[in-house]
């Protein structure tokens, strides 16, 4: 083969060996170096590219056109193929003499003698300056948010893996300690139903703009999709601490954005986490959003750090959702109900159906102890149904007893009332069973008709009245009640929060406000039911105030299905015991 190829250069020369150099010349920018890399030879078009002379090159070693773009373990392995006598391929990023950079496609063949000894390298190069460029613009749009020209969420993932990298490389020694800050837009689908997507597209790049003007230009800032945003803050905590930043962003994510002839405005819960490079980036990014979501169960508009308790209580969330998909299958869950009394007829006519879990470790368990079960879409999805049963199963046996039809109340969670099917599988149920919509209360609280996705919820709750559900608004008194709800929403009962009941023994104030409360929603046409009464000075006081229904400790507490055959046909003679 050796032999071959000396005769086919021997017959290439022979026949026009300057036409060769000459192609060669104009094509390849060609240098050679002697074996400690001392460069002997170069053509013209290396002197054109790297704007240096032949006396400039010839003697120098190829650091001249050093860029610093590739590190040390790149040229390591470079001289380690050569010197092996090995071909090296590759794209080398240079610097020409006015500092500007240049890409070459770079052969370099180690030149050796008939004894195999190297004796020298030939490195020859096309330029490629132009597609390297290209490809870094595509990589950019790749990474870019087109709306906003923030990072993507490929982008952000890019930039936080490095910045977790860089403090792993640091030990977690950083002064001061980067972190992560994430939020989304309070208000912002409002925007985007009242105004449409135009103005959407306005809010987002004003958000955009302020984010970058308050961040130094080395930390990213990204869009991660929709109105969620995130920051890497590195070098502005340089400058200002991360509290005060959250407290900045809080205010300028605050202020008024015009919208041609209207003025917006949205809000935001942020929540951050330091970044000292023991966690992946999954669980930071994990971490920030535990935070957010902390800031905003806390009532929004403000920044939460996370801390271990966060995620103490995100693992115990986790346990008590893997435990309840196994009580659901086990059937450790039961209906217990409430007994509410009609104040005109002194009979209950409602029961609160409150569920129970007969847990095999910790006994019954009421269902404030596992509230984070009502927040999984899929156990709840798993146990309206199985309500619906057990409160058929158990009318069945009242009715075999002589028992009065009563209402049942049900309180709606909130995945129950943003979920499209909810009222179909609800209804199917009643089908199945031969039960009427009009048997039925469903509660919701004032807190489900805000946040996002509440405009559904509200749709909902619209289909539902309309199907023949009776809805009422609990809790009411508790927190700050929209009187727009009780005027524009289909609710045809109120429950007055247990906490308006607490103090009225004694307390004429607190008699007044009860008073006005139960005025108040009858005067929208509501039924009344008075909730927390636990006494008789607290029962004799409420019914001087004439609601439709009193609820409490003092009618009873939850009971079985079996205890609820001994309650009285009539209240009047437990009333006055």
């Not at 021997?10 to 300057?18: E, G, K, M, S, V």
């Not at 090995?86 to 070459?104: F, M, T």
């Not at 309500?387 to 046996?397: K, P, T």
């Amino acid at each position: 083969m050796a032999l071959q190829h000396d005769d086919r250069l021997r017959a290439l020369t022979h026949q026009d060996a300057d036409f060769w150099a000459d192609l060669v010349d104009s094509v390849l920018i060609v240098a050679i170096t002697d074996t400690q890399g001392v460069i002997t030879y170069v053509n013209d078009r290396f002197c054109e590219i790297s704007q240096y002379s032949r006396e400039e090159l010839i003697g120098s070693t190829h650091r001249i056109v050093n860029s610093g773009y590739h590190d040390a373990d790149f040229f390591r392995d470079l001289y380690r193929t050569i010197e092996a006598g090995e071909l090296w391929q590759g794209n080398i990023c240079n610097r020409a003499k006015d500092g500007s950079l240049y890409w070459v496609a770079t052969t370099i063949i180690p030149k050796k003698d008939r004894q195999g000894r190297i004796q020298g390298y030939v490195a020859s190069r096309f330029e490629i300056t132009e597609l390297m460029n290209t490809r870094d613009r595509l990589c950019e749009l790749a990474e870019t948010d087109t709306l906003t020209g923030l990072l993507n969420r490929g982008g952000f993932n890019t930039a936080l893996a490095d910045e977790i990298a860089r403090c792993r490389e640091a030990g977690g020694g950083g002064i001061p300690q980067p972190a992560l800050a994430m939020f989304d837009l309070d208000g912002f689908k409002q925007i985007n139903d009242v105004h449409g997507h135009h103005a959407g597209d306005i809010v987002l790049r004003a958000i955009a703009s302020r984010l970058i003007e308050m961040t130094h230009p080395d930390d990213p800032v990204s869009r991660l999709g929709g109105d969620e945003f995130a920051v890497i803050l590195h070098r502005t905590l340089e400058d200002v601490s991360l509290e005060r930043y959250m407290d900045r962003l809080q205010g300028v994510l605050e202020r008024p954005i015009d919208i041609e002839t209207v003025t917006v405005s949205v809000a935001g819960s942020i929540g951050a986490v330091l970044l000292d490079g023991t966690d992946t980036m999954e669980d930071v990014q994990k971490n920030a959003d535990m935070a957010m979501y902390a800031a905003k169960r806390a009532g929004g508009k403000q920044s939460q750090m996370f801390t271990r308790s966060l995620r103490e209580r995100a693992q115990a969330r986790v346990s008590i959702l893997s435990e309840a998909r196994c009580g659901v299958e086990r059937n450790q869950f039961e209906v217990y109900y409430q007994p509410i009394l009609n104040c005109r007829t002194l009979e209950v006519d409602q029961i609160e159906a409150l569920l129970r879990w007969q847990h095999p470790e910790r006994g019954l368990l009421a269902a404030e102890d596992f509230s984070d079960v009502f927040t999984d879409a899929g156990l709840a999805q798993a146990m309206g149904p199985r309500m619906i049963e057990a409160f058929r199963h158990d009318v069945c046996m009242w009715n075999e007893k002589g028992q009065p039809a009563r209402q049942l109340a049900i309180n709606l969670s909130r995945m129950d009332l943003i979920r499209d099917d909810y009222q179909r599988e609800l209804e199917e149920s009643l089908r199945r069973f031969n039960m009427s919509p009009d048997s039925f209360v469903l509660e919701v609280t004032e807190a489900m008709l805000h946040g996002r996705r509440a405009d559904q919820g509200i749709r909902n709750l619209r289909e539902l009245a309309r199907s023949g559900f009776r809805i009422a608004l609990d809790n009411f008194g508790k927190g700050i009640t929209v009187l727009n709800h009780l005027r524009e929403l289909p609710f045809s009962q109120v429950k007055i929060d247990q906490s308006m009941v607490a103090n009225i023994v004694g307390n004429p104030d607190a008699c007044m406000v009860l008073s006005s409360l139960i005025d108040m929603g009858q005067g929208f046409g509501m039924e009344i039911t008075v909730e927390g009464v636990e006494n008789r000075e607290q029962f004799d006081l409420v019914m001087q105030m004439k609601p439709e229904r009193i609820q409490g400790f003092y009618i009873s507490s939850a009971l079985s299905s079996q205890d609820i055959l001994k309650l009285p046909s009539h209240f009047e003679g437990v009333a006055r015991a």
